[in-house]
């Protein structure tokens, strides 16, 4: 089985400053996705962000960037500029995508609550 | 945003109450996921299905069922409420198992 955590129940940050989310994981699988994802508070759960594992380059997105450390199984959010639109719960997770009992099951962590500081 | 939606958004009843959360998508992805929240809590997965005719329960128990008859569609229902079942319900959808999955707006669901 897998798991997926998240060490920082809530963060804040200054508008226009950079904040790192930390998420660690544990797996047997060798191959598998990791997310995050945003929920705002009392909207939609989008995708910020997706890192195939096999893959060493890290995935970037804008503002949004990780820093994927495979043997370390560990998978950090950094944003940078942040701005006010950011605040939301930010949700890890992992998916095994060829085989194993979690095949195409999204696993979450358990949030981190960011707040942006105007 | 995904085109994936929820109804009700919001949802009061009293224990004992029969009730249907819907979930429709108009992306026509096969795979559907129905998710449990609690308050700023994670997210964990209760019915997922791969197709029409397909549902299979997901890692945490629930006395809910659900029914795909048409891929667009995967409603989630209780036959018999009960205070325990107040949470948050999320639907999302996939193309495939292993891509991204779009999540719905969520039903909130408080049972009296």
């Known amino acids: 089985a897998q798991t997926v955590t998240q060490s920082q129940p809530e963060m804040s940050v200054q508008e226009a400053e950079t904040v790192t989310l930390s998420c660690t994981y544990d797996t047997s699988e060798n191959n598998y996705y990791l997310f995050w994802y945003k929920q705002p508070p009392s909207r939609q759960m989008i995708l910020v962000i997706r890192q195939e594992a096999y893959k060493q380059q890290n995935a970037t997105e804008n503002r949004f960037s990780v820093n994927f450390q495979k043997a370390a199984k560990s998978f950090s959010l950094k944003i940078s500029d942040s701005q006010l639109g950011d605040t939301a719960m930010y949700f890890c997770a992992f998916m095994a995508y060829a085989g194993g009992t979690s095949y195409g099951k999204l696993t979450f962590g358990q949030g981190t609550i960011l707040t942006v500081h105007p | 945003e995904a085109d994936i939606y929820q109804t009700p958004r919001y949802l009061v009843i009293g224990t004992g109450k029969k009730i249907t959360l819907e979930c429709s998508q108009t992306?026509?992805?096969?795979?559907m996921y129905w998710y449990q929240q609690d308050p700023g809590m994670e997210l964990h997965l209760i019915h997922y299905?791969?197709?029409?005719?397909?549902?299979e329960k997901g890692d945490l128990s629930s006395e809910s069922t659900v029914s795909r008859i048409r891929t667009e569609h995967f409603p989630l229902t209780l036959e018999s409420a009960r205070p325990s079942h107040t949470s948050q319900y999320l639907c999302?959808?996939?193309?495939?198992?292993?891509?991204?999955?779009?999540f719905g707006p969520g039903t909130r669901l408080t049972v009296l």
């Open positions: 299905s791969y197709g029409v005719n397909s549902t």
């Open positions: 992306m026509g992805h096969d795979k």
């Open positions: 999302a959808s996939s193309e495939r198992l292993w891509d991204t999955q779009y």
